[in-house]
């Protein structure tokens, strides 16, 4: 997510137990089935049961994911720059 938030930087994150509807837009930290976790920005999706990770750095592409691998959401309420 360079620039908006960079490795060393602490995110204050808030868990959203439904996870239903998202308002598009925001930054999400997500957990997935698997264990694997990702902070992006989310979108719409054009293929139904998914949404639309979106990342700020250039360097990494925009995808799916279906509403079934993710596990866990927490929305970015904030993030402290580290030095």
């Known amino acids: 997510m360079k620039?908006?938030?960079?490795?060393g930087d602490i995110v204050a994150l808030r868990r959203i137990d439904d996870f239903s509807f998202l308002p598009f837009g925001d930054i999400y930290g997500i957990i997935t089935a698997n264990g694997l976790r990702t902070?992006?920005?989310l979108g719409k999706s054009a293929t139904p049961g998914c949404y639309r990770l979106i990342p700020t750095n250039p360097e990494y592409d925009e995808q799916?994911?279906?509403l079934e691998k993710i596990l866990i959401v927490?929305?970015?309420?904030?993030a402290m720059k580290s030095f």
């Open 74 to 78: 927490y929305r970015a309420m904030g």
């Open 3 to 7: 620039p908006e938030i960079n490795n």
């Open 39 to 41: 902070i992006k920005r």
């Open 64 to 66: 799916d994911i279906p």
